[in-house]
């Protein structure tokens, strides 16, 4: 069965453009979340959307970050105005929701900043 | 706030040897606890996760966990390591509930001589 499919597998900027970050989540999981994975670090919270609902954005490092799941499906994570420090790899989860489901993860996305 | 250590950056064993990858966590209430395994360039795969119960779990590819309440522990283990176990390994704590945001350890890369 299809996992969680994330696009672009690679994606290199340049300082101050703005990218997207693409994420399908397994068919009918509720939950999705993404994470920020600095280079030999473990993964970090970013946002959580149950459905279309964004319930929790505290991991977001600053307004530049903005994520949106508006059909309660697809997720997209923009980064406006990227810095060298937003260079990570940026992993999308998603899970049935629940109280004891486990997430299951995208390859995520690596993004490079010049 | 909840935290993971997971105290062994690099673990080299030989091939056909026994593994233990450590973990300890910080966590007010009775946390979920996972572990997941990363190849290069690949997103995080589920090895194993504890809810509740039985404090021995099994997980996919030979792979047992022991939670021990009285030590804050989530360990993981392997009878017999094969070469294609070579990868990082992540630790995870988390809430439970519909939000369940994992904080992950910074993993411990485990490297298999043949």
């Known amino acids: 069965g299809a996992g969680v499919s994330q696009s672009p597998r690679y994606k290199v900027a340049k300082r101050g453009q703005d990218v997207a970050l693409r994420c399908d989540p397994i068919?009918?999981?509720?939950?999705l979340f993404w994470y920020q994975q600095a280079l030999g670090q473990g993964p970090e919270f970013l946002t959580y959307?149950?459905?279309?609902?964004?319930?929790?954005k505290s991991g977001l490092p600053s307004d530049r970050f903005f994520a949106e799941r508006p059909e309660g499906s697809v997720s997209t994570l923009k980064i406006q105005r990227t810095q060298q420090e937003d260079s990570a790899v940026y992993l999308c989860?998603?899970?049935?929701?629940?109280?004891?489901?486990?997430?299951?993860f995208g390859d995520g996305t690596r993004l490079s900043i010049l | 706030a909840q935290s993971v250590t997971q105290p062994d950056i690099h673990i080299t064993v030989s091939e056909g040897a026994s593994l233990e990858l450590r973990c300890n966590y910080s966590?007010?209430?009775?946390?979920?606890l996972f572990w997941y395994v990363q190849s290069p360039g690949q997103g995080l795969q589920l090895l194993l996760k504890?809810?509740?119960?039985?404090?021995l779990v099994q997980g996919i590819k030979g792979f047992e966990a022991e939670f021990k309440r009285s030590q804050s522990s989530f360990n993981l283990r392997k009878p017999s390591v094969h070469w294609s176990d070579a990868a990082e390994y992540f630790c995870?704590?988390?809430?439970?509930?519909?939000?369940?945001?994992?904080?992950f350890g910074t993993g411990t890369q485990l490297k298999v001589e043949l």
């Open positions: 989860a998603s899970s049935l929701g629940g109280s004891n489901q486990p997430q299951h």
């Open positions: 068919s009918g999981h509720v939950s």
């Open positions: 959307f149950q459905n279309e609902a964004q319930l929790d």
């Open positions: 966590y007010g209430a009775t946390p979920y």
């Open positions: 504890y809810f509740s119960g039985d404090t």
């Open positions: 995870a704590v988390g809430p439970g509930g519909g939000g369940n945001k994992l904080t």
